[in-house]
């Protein structure tokens, strides 16, 4: 197994102790952050999450550097995402942070991509990641972890950049998914 599908299976190895840490009730005291209290725990986990969410474009960039891109990688990272970020979501709706209607949709995108993709590569066809999607995938990033942070930094001035920042992801969400079926129904359309 090569370095970038290991830092992979990490990714995806954090992703128990990152529910853990935002669901069981540790009692490890809280900071007030501004408006806000942020519970230790909570900061640990959105941590945990910058450094998954970051380990994602290292282990690209790295496999595609040096030539290392596996089928076993192809498969996985794209599931470690889903994984990461699904799960980071619904623990901001049980927390009582993000709307579950938001959740849902975001979710739901997810799930009608991974279904295209699978119907083109039945049909020997590889879907790639459009721009669009990238930039989704940045802009929910951005809004889990400063989400999990309790809004911090902005907290201090009683911004809610972390709300504002998952309704653009939203915005982004639902316009890529439109796109990448537009570009891509021809796979629908013509599949057997």
Do not use: C
């Not at 909570?42 to 089928?71: E, P, Q, S």
């Not at 066809?125 to 809004?151: D, E, F, Y």
């Amino acid at each position: 197994m090569n370095i970038p599908n290991k830092i992979t299976i990490s990714r995806i190895l954090l992703i128990p102790i990152f529910i853990i840490l935002m669901s069981v009730p540790f009692n490890w005291g809280t900071w007030n952050i501004g408006e806000a209290e942020l519970p230790v725990s909570h900061f640990i986990a959105g941590l945990l999450f910058i450094i998954a969410a970051a380990t994602d474009w290292v282990d690209g960039h790295y496999a595609r550097k040096y030539n290392l891109v596996t089928n076993l990688g192809k498969f996985l990272d794209p599931l470690a995402d889903k994984l990461l970020v699904s799960a980071a979501l619904i623990i901001l709706v049980e927390v009582g942070v993000a709307p579950a209607w938001v959740v849902i949709i975001i979710i739901s995108r997810e799930f009608a991509i991974t279904g295209l993709r699978l119907v083109a590569a039945g049909e020997g066809i590889v879907l790639a990641a459009g721009s669009m999607g990238k930039l989704k995938t940045a802009t929910q990033m951005v809004a889990i972890a400063v989400l999990l942070l309790h809004n911090f930094p902005f907290s201090y001035i009683g911004f809610p950049f972390g709300e504002v920042m998952l309704y653009i992801s939203l915005l982004f969400t639902v316009i890529s998914g439109v796109d990448y079926f537009v570009k891509n129904w021809h796979v629908m359309r013509d599949s057997k």
